[in-house]
């Protein structure tokens, strides 16, 4: 999946999330859009997919911290929960979609994401064929809807402009398939915590 994909899919939980904990809702938000574009790092460090995606690490995370937030009601911990949960997301979405390589839609390796307790690389389900397919960017649109209808306006900013880039990537996906995704990883990581964490100086 691209990284507006999952910056949707982020802030579709962080709504969920606002409703039932709305003191902590501007914290939520940051850290689900930090937790769900976390994983892509490794798209500049070490091996996509496999370095940064430790979706062991990550449902640990979750587990910890939401229990620490339904326990106390600390507002820290459920952002805390938040982020580690997208960041799961994150890797669920990668091996739903299409096979990390330069040209997805070739599907020439079965390389979806690495998953450490089943000692290696899990093939992709490609349910949505490759990152920045037409499907992917149906999949992004959907997934904001949540959050354009309940998050505040600096959230409603953050969805529009990762669309725009998604729509821009989904055009130029197979015109430029030496990016392998990394250009819109990096501008939606960017984009999303300055409008996030920007705004609220």
């Known amino acids: 999946m691209m990284a507006p994909t999952h910056v949707a899919m982020s802030l579709a939980l962080a709504a969920a999330v606002a409703v039932v904990a709305p003191a902590a809702a501007p914290l939520v938000v940051a850290a689900a859009v930090v937790g769900g574009v976390f994983p892509d790092l490794d798209m500049v460090v ?4 496999r370095t940064l995606h430790q979706v062991e690490a ?8 939401g229990a620490v937030a339904v326990v106390t009601g ?29 040209r997805p839609w070739e ?15 899990v093939e992709p389900r490609r349910l949505a064929a490759y990152d920045g397919s037409p ?17 505040g306006g600096d959230s409603r900013g953050v969805l529009l402009v ?31 915590l300055y409008s996030v964490l920007g705004r609220r100086r």
């Open 162 to 192: 990762s669309l725009a880039v998604g729509v821009i990537y989904t055009l130029v996906r197979k015109r430029v398939p030496q990016l392998s995704g990394r250009a819109p990883a990096v501008t939606a990581a960017v984009v999303a």
């Open 135 to 151: 499907g992917d960017l149906a999949l992004a649109a959907a997934l904001s809807v949540p959050g354009l209808l309940t998050l």
């Open 74 to 102: 600390d507002p820290l911990a459920a952002a805390a929960a938040t982020g580690f949960v997208a960041a799961a997301l994150h890797c669920a979405a990668d091996y739903l979609g299409g096979s990390s390589e330069a």
């Open 58 to 65: 990550f449902v640990g995370g979750s587990v910890g911290f």
């Open 46 to 49: 070490g091996v996509h997919r």
């Open 107 to 121: 599907a020439r390796t079965d390389r979806g994401v690495y998953v450490r307790s089943l000692g290696g690389w």
